[in-house]
Nanobody, 126 residues
Framework: EVQLVESGGGLVQPGGSLRLSCAAS????????LSWVRQAPGKGLEWVVA????????AYGDSVKGRFTISRDNAKNTLFLQMNSLKPEDTAVYYC???????????????????WGQGTQVTVSS
């Protein structure tokens, strides 16, 4: 069974940083593209960032470009999200997500989220 377990969330002041981790199991981690999505209070899911299977290609949403960095360690089945210069609008539950086999970062219409974890809460407030 596919399992994705997020950790690293917490309360941080605006301008601060957090590093999220996602421990994955139940599938061949190294062959799947992955992403982080988030859900702010009262809002729907927002796709934030994605990384291809080998970790060489990334795609970022406009709202986080220059502030967030996605990376992965395929040897340890772990996905990361380094978040810097955090803003109150980044407050959300963050989920790591496994993308479908035919998802291509260069073609957004092909991207399908197949599985996500329980999420980790990130709160940015002064």
């Amino acid at each position: 069974e596919v399992q994705l377990v997020e950790s690293g969330g917490g309360l941080v002041q605006p301008g601060g940083s957090l590093r999220l981790s996602c421990a994955a199991s139940g599938f061949t981690f190294s062959v799947y593209a992955l992403s982080w999505v988030r859900q702010a209070p009262g809002k729907g899911l927002e796709w934030v960032v994605a990384i291809n299977s080998g970790g060489l290609t990334t795609a970022y949403g406009d709202s986080v470009k220059g502030r967030f960095t996605i990376s992965r360690d395929n040897a340890k089945n772990t996905l990361f999200l380094q978040m810097n210069s955090l803003k109150p609008e980044d407050t959300a539950v963050y989920y790591c997500a496994k993308l479908g086999e035919y998802s291509r970062l260069s073609e957004p219409r092909t991207i399908v989220v197949t599985t996500w974890g329980q999420g980790t809460q990130v709160t940015v407030s002064s």
